[in-house]
């Protein structure tokens, strides 16, 4: 099982910057030296479907939603276990649930399922 964490959502401008957290843990594995995890962000707006925002690979490729692209940045902890998704110039639209989702790995071969945290609220005014 995979568990993660998100955190940094919050109420800001238009205008405005975030950065959000998403810690991943898992148990009931054998023990890897080499773990790592694929880690993505998806966002919910009320009444619309999940979307994707934003992905950083275990191999440290990153891709980005066009609805994004030029404002958000993904980036991984050293620990390889948290990704952060800075988002500036943020727009009433970029309002919604942020979802983490994340499977694990050891070494290149995958040993999860994707997993899904419980969101993080992000609220933009204008």
């Known amino acids: 099982q995979v568990r993660l964490v998100e955190s940094g959502g919050g109420s800001v401008q238009a205008g405005g910057s975030l950065r959000l957290s998403c810690a991943a843990s898992?148990?009931?594995?054998?023990?890897?030296?080499?773990?790592?995890?694929?880690m993505s962000w998806y966002r919910q707006a009320p009444g619309k479907e999940r979307e994707f925002v934003s992905a950083l690979d275990s191999e440290g490729i990153t891709s980005y939603a066009d609805s994004v692209k030029g404002r958000a940045t993904i980036s991984q902890a050293n620990a390889k276990n948290t990704v952060y998704l800075q988002m500036n110039s943020l727009k009433p639209e970029d309002t919604a649930m942020y979802y983490c989702?994340?499977?694990?790995?050891?070494?290149?071969?995958?040993?999860?399922?994707?997993?899904w945290g419980q969101g993080t609220q992000v609220t933009v005014s204008s």
């Open positions: 898992a148990s009931g594995f054998p023990y890897c030296s080499r773990a790592s995890y694929d």
């Open positions: 989702k994340a499977r694990a790995l050891c070494g290149r071969v995958i040993v999860s399922d994707y997993y």
